[in-house]
């Protein structure tokens, strides 16, 4: 076994240093052949299966419904982002947090198999407070037996936050607001230097009301009836601790959250990087007011003061961060969603009421500064090595002359001039998504989501092409089901991708984190089945599924799975 610990740990990126390249430079046709992979790389497939290299398997650690030990609450629905947090007093035991995303509800093509399974497994039909109760974040402590399998145990670290948990705000929005509570669509997120875990609320707009006010007013409404402008930011939890109260940061802005990505070094201000998943939508950066001191108890302060920026991308390669604050000048995009401006003004101030009305309206105000409309930035990584910044754009932009024409997505790769606190950067196509070139059988992928980084410095990647395009668009087919890539960053196969996991029918894989000792991958594997809903006799992949069971007419149920060898 101790060999193939070895082999494990290399696949994981401990043994693929290689000799690092300064510049990662843009891709190349890659018309070097690459060293041989860390593993066996897979071929695209359409089997209702988590499909694995030889050699690896998976173990189900936990699937909507399964009640949580010693709670009197479930496992929520469609498990996104995870991070692992060792418990340093007790060897082999931690605590994994779980985003849970959103239900799977009837859409345009979609059969909605969140309200057509929830008969079978819970006997009755779903209810508006069970879908509040299947949103959030599961916190599960984990202990690791003698045989390696990880299973959760009955502790006070274990529980779930959901769309009606008491939560706390800082920054300068929802100082004054009246039965704060809940989190909801909850993305991915971070692991924060000081031990406690951001997770980021996306959709939130399918849920309470979106639009807000200039003076950052929303109201009470939507599916879940709560007001609006409660919802929509980035949350911090402390996973040991289950009697602090999560903090909604709202000087981070107020959009739809894929992630966090944080840059920190002694003595310096925490850098933040996110996106606004959503066609058009900007990327983000945040500057803590205070600096970060190795050790401190940072915990719900550190990002409660600061500078939110927004990126301008120009296409010369450049790009600089334009502050949304009250003294930003007004260069409203053409064709975008904003407020009106009144006659004779020339800053956001003059528009806003104050800097809480400005982040709660991040989108609004963004489009007003003349931010750069982007294809869907997703999630936002930082490499462990060179500290330059990669971002995944998942599909393509429509606004007047913006960057984003690739329906493939794109990761971009950008270098911020200085420590990261500046005003500059530059900017470069690093990965393009496309066509799936079969004589290359899986070396190309698209719609790239989650993004994860090893110690090498080489690039997990997850996909999400839609449900309405997977395995139905002729332009989308022969990526087959969606998948995980590893991606090197540097040597002569830097860019490759090399496909490591298939998803099963109908889903997309989510949120890869890794233990300590990298002896185990944590993925969520969401919404299986969520186009054509349980697959019955008749029925042939990949039109529905039956994972994780695999046995024809069974409810195909999110889970997050743990991968060893």
């Not at 690739?406 to 990965?431: C, H, P, Q, S």
């Not at 090893?454 to 998948?483: C, K, M, Q, S």
Request: hydrophobic share 35%; with cysteine.
């Amino acid at each position: 076994m101790a060999g193939g610990r070895r082999q494990f740990l290399k696949f994981l990126g401990a043994g693929l240093t290689g000799a690092y390249a300064s510049g990662l430079g843009p891709l190349a046709a890659s018309a070097q052949a690459p060293r041989p992979a860390p593993f066996p790389p897979i071929r695209p497939t359409s089997r209702d299966d988590l499909v694995l290299p030889a050699g690896f398997r998976y173990d189900v650690l936990a699937r909507w419904t399964d009640r949580l030990p010693g709670t009197n609450t479930r496992f929520g629905y469609n498990a996104d982002f995870t991070a692992f947090l060792p418990i340093r007093s007790e060897p082999g035991q931690g605590v994994l947090v779980v985003n849970h995303e959103y239900v799977s509800l009837p859409e345009p093509g979609e059969i909605g198999v969140y309200p057509q399974t929830f008969p079978l497994v819970m006997g009755r039909a779903p209810r508006i407070a069970d879908e509040m109760e299947d949103v959030g974040v599961s916190v599960l402590h984990l202990r690791q037996s003698a045989s390696g399998r990880w299973e959760i145990i009955a502790s006070p670290l274990t529980r779930r936050y959901d769309a009606s948990s008491r939560m706390a705000a800082s920054g300068p929005a929802l100082q004054n607001a009246h039965g704060l509570a809940g989190t909801l669509a909850n993305c991915s997120g971070c692991h924060t230097p000081w031990g406690t875990v951001l997770t980021c609320e996306e959709n939130f707009q399918n849920c309470v009301p979106e639009a807000v006010d200039t003076a950052g007013r929303s109201r009470v409404g939507g599916r879940f009836d709560r007001d609006g402008a409660h919802f929509g930011w980035v949350v911090e939890i402390d996973p040991l601790d289950p009697d602090w109260t999560p903090v909604k940061h709202t000087m981070l802005g107020r959009y739809r959250h894929e992630n966090v990505a944080m840059r920190e070094a002694a003595g310096r201000p925490i850098v933040g990087y996110m996106g606004d998943d959503r066609v058009n939508g900007h990327v983000y950066r945040f500057v803590s007011a205070q600096s970060y001191t190795p050790g401190g108890d940072h915990r719900g302060t550190l990002l409660a003061r600061g500078r939110l920026y927004v990126a301008v991308f120009h296409a010369d390669g450049t790009g600089e961060w334009r502050e949304l604050g009250p003294e930003a000048a007004l260069e409203p995009n053409p064709n975008s969603s904003h407020p009106r401006v009144p006659r004779g003004a020339k800053t956001l101030g003059q528009v806003y009421a104050d800097l809480g009305a400005i982040v709660t309206d991040a989108f609004g105000a963004s489009n007003l500064v003349g931010a750069s409309p982007c294809g869907r930035p997703e999630d936002i990584e930082i490499h462990p090595i060179d500290g330059s910044v990669y971002i995944a754009f998942t599909a393509s932009a429509t606004a007047p002359g913006h960057l984003f024409p690739n329906l493939y997505g794109e990761i971009w790769r950008i270098v911020e001039d200085g420590d990261g606190a500046g005003t500059r950067f530059t900017w470069m196509r690093w990965k393009a998504g496309g066509p799936n070139d079969e004589q290359r059988s899986g070396h190309v992928f698209a719609a790239p989501d989650n993004l994860a980084f090893d110690p090498a410095g080489h690039l997990w990647v997850v996909t999400d092409i839609t449900t309405a395009r997977l395995n139905a668009d002729e332009r989308f087919t022969t990526f087959h089901n969606n998948g995980m890539f590893f991606v090197p960053t540097s040597g002569t196969e830097a860019g490759v991708a090399l496909q490591f996991a298939s998803a099963p029918c109908e889903a997309e894989l989510a949120g890869p984190s890794w233990t300590a000792a990298r002896d185990t991958m944590f993925l969520s594997v969401q919404h299986p089945g969520e186009g054509s809903g349980i697959r019955g006799a008749g029925v042939k992949a990949p039109r529905g599924s039956n994972w994780p069971s695999r046995r024809l007419g069974d409810p195909p149920l999110p889970a997050v799975v743990a991968i060893r060898q």
